[in-house]
């Protein structure tokens, strides 16, 4: 059942380039354009939108942030992010013309729940993106699309979040289409890329043994920190949340740039730090800075787990270990940054002796406030 995988985990890792592709399967129309049948909102609805808000918990709320950012840069409209938990005890202003979109692997996580009732109340419109039909989430709203992600048996999600980031990259496209910020051609460019991104990751799955290696040498690190800037920000996030959830071990993640702030003080000699680095192409000023970050903690005695763009040979220099990822455009790169954390945090629970699909003290759904 397990499909030769040790783990249901590793399982569902290997199933994510089927699981995007078969969450873009059917959306693109032969005129180039989204197709979002599951979405029973209007274009007149989808257009008189003036505000966004996602709200979702855990890796569906890492999965939210990386969709601001396609979200405001596609569509040009104000785009907030929220932990469904603090949504509504913070009277968020909201109304007719407001957009909350829900992310939910299971569509019945309680707090995603009582902050989509709460948007409802207040009469804002309701999207879930969901990988369960017919659970509560997706029945409560007025739309939802539906991740076609397959079961996710592990408790630890990986497959449902590369999804989600899908899902929201349609909606995105979906929303700048038919409020003409972005032409079918512009569009049909970036589902090309997606289209691609199953492939890039099949290869990228292929080169995981010296993560597996890497794992096998960090299991005894009493913390490790994670780093990136930009979309690489919410990834960071999502691979310190993956070693904390699996490993039980101490990994914070931060934006690059809120290093020197504070967190950098933290950095002792030894300490593992994972960068996420942008693409050199398109925002290299981004990159560039990622990559004095990454010195700036070397200087001060870090092991640094470098993750770039294969190709971008200049940041070997700073690498301790290098993780090439296949090029990928700036905002799709959640798609492969991700894959390589989600494989060290599940190889390191497995060397510290843990069990990987059911780690303690969590449940697959979280049906409690
Ligand atoms: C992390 C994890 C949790 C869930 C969170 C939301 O690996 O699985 O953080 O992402 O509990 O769950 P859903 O998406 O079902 O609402």
């Not at 257009?47 to 890492?62: E, L, M, N, W």
């Not at 968020?92 to 013309?97: A, K, T, V, W």
């Not at 270990?321 to 599940?346: D, E, S």
Request: overall charge negative; hydrophobic content about 45%; charged content about 25%.
């Amino acid at each position: 059942e397990k499909g030769g995988h040790d783990y249901f985990m590793l399982k569902e890792i290997a199933e994510q380039p089927q699981a995007i592709a078969d969450t873009l399967l059917g959306r693109l129309s032969e005129r180039g354009e989204i197709v979002l049948d599951e979405v029973r909102l209007t274009d007149q609805d989808l257009r008189d939108v003036d505000k966004i808000f996602i709200v979702a918990c855990g890796t569906s709320y890492h999965a939210g942030m990386v969709a601001k950012y396609a979200i405001e840069h596609w569509v040009r409209i104000p785009c907030e992010v929220e932990l469904a938990s603090e949504f509504r005890y913070r009277d968020p202003i909201l109304d007719r013309s407001t957009l909350v979109v829900a992310i939910s692997q299971s569509g019945e996580s309680m707090d995603t729940l009582m902050a989509l009732r709460h948007a409802k109340e207040q009469k804002a419109r309701v999207l879930a993106i969901c990988n369960t039909n017919g659970s509560t989430i997706p029945r409560e709203s007025d739309a939802v699309l539906y991740t076609h992600g397959g079961p996710e048996i592990a408790v630890a999600s990986t497959k449902a979040f590369l999804t989600q980031l899908v899902a929201c990259y349609l909606i995105g496209l979906h929303l700048a289409q038919i409020r003409g910020v972005m032409y079918a051609d512009e569009v049909a460019a970036v589902v090309e890329k997606l289209q691609q991104t199953p492939d890039s990751l099949r290869t990228l799955l292929g080169r995981m043994e010296e993560v597996r290696e890497l794992a096998r040498d960090l299991k005894t690190a009493s913390t490790v920190l994670f780093i990136g800037r930009h979309v690489g920000y919410p990834v960071a996030l999502e691979g310190a949340l993956k070693l904390k959830e699996l490993a039980y071990m101490h990994a914070e993640g931060f934006a690059a740039g809120e290093l020197k702030h504070g967190p950098i003080a933290l950095i002792d000699e030894g300490t593992p730090v994972v960068c996420v680095v942008p693409s050199p192409a398109g925002r290299g000023v981004m990159r560039d800075k990622v990559v004095s970050n990454i010195q700036e903690v070397r200087a001060r005695g870090a092991r640094t787990i470098v993750i770039a763009e294969e190709g971008d040979e200049d940041v070997r220099a700073f690498a301790d270990h290098l993780i090439p990822v296949p090029a990928t455009p700036t905002l799709l790169a959640p798609l492969m940054t991700t894959v390589p954390l989600q494989v060290l945090a599940c190889e390191i629970a497995a060397a510290r002796g843990h069990d990987v699909d059911q780690p303690r003290n969590l449940a697959k759904s979280v049906t409690v406030e």
